[in-house]
């Protein structure tokens, strides 16, 4: 039972146009959302987060929206850039859920997004 | 250090044999997280610690993993008598708090022969 989904395995699109990565999930108890890029052979690298008390969060080229009544969240980057081209994976943890300690994160499959030129 | 060190990078072990994995994390992290990628994009946490106390180990089959965060050593994993299903990319991760993100080592890929 896959409680974080990433429906497209792939996204293509044009340099300088925008990119929107999509995830959806299931568990009601997650509260807290991150986004995090990789490149093969390299760890996750941090882009983003979000709480589940916010429905945006922005950071230069990346902006992350939140819609918990749909259990969905999506992650913008705009302008799109060739170094963007990655695998991206969202992630959710249960926070308050937790007792106070250190939350494993639940991924997604992941969406791999290729920049044209 | 500035960033989440694991070792090795790459190791080769024969089926039934231990394998055991290193991880430093970032300097001043109190929490550390293990995550197994099995097959190319699916993350299975394994086990957390709050500095040298396990915390969450939900995700650890028991029987043979084992995971240890001592006071000034590196953080390990170990595999005892290994499977062909063992095979698989092992990541650390650290972080300074609760409310901070989570930070990635590069892996170690264990493949079981």
């Known amino acids: ?117 | 250090g500035e960033e989440v060190a694991q070792t090795p990078k790459h190791l080769v072990r024969g089926e039934g044999q231990k394998a055991k994995l290193y991880c430093a994390p970032i300097k001043g992290h109190s929490y550390v997280f293990w995550y197994q990628q099995v097959l190319k994009n699916e993350f299975k946490f394994l086990i957390s610690f709050q500095n040298e106390n396990v915390f969450d180990e939900t995700g650890m089959p028991k029987e043979r993993f084992s995971a240890k965060c001592l006071p000034n050593s590196p953080c390990s994993l170990e595999i005892q008598a290994t499977k062909l299903e063992d095979s698989a990319v092992y990541f650390c991760a650290s972080s300074q708090s609760r409310q901070e993100p989570q930070h990635f080592g590069d892996g170690t890929r264990l493949s079981i022969l």
Not at chain 1, 4 to 19: C, D, M, T
Not at chain 1, 85 to 113: E, I, M
Request: with cysteine; net charge neutral; charged share 20%.
């Open chain 1, 1 to 117: 039972d896959q409680q974080v989904k990433q429906n497209s395995p792939s996204l293509s699109v044009q340099e300088g146009r925008i990119s929107i990565l999509n995830c959806d999930y299931t568990n009601s108890m997650f509260d807290y959302f991150l986004w995090y890029k990789k490149y093969p052979a390299e760890g996750p690298t941090f882009l983003i987060s979000i709480s589940s008390i916010k429905d945006k969060n922005e950071d230069g080229r990346f902006t992350v929206f939140l819609n918990k009544s749909a259990k969905h969240l999506s992650l913008h980057i705009v302008p799109s850039q060739p170094g963007d081209s990655a695998v991206y994976f969202c992630a959710a943890s249960a926070r308050q859920y937790s007792g106070g300690g250190a939350d494993g994160l639940t991924f997604g499959k992941g969406t791999h997004l290729i920049i044209q030129p």
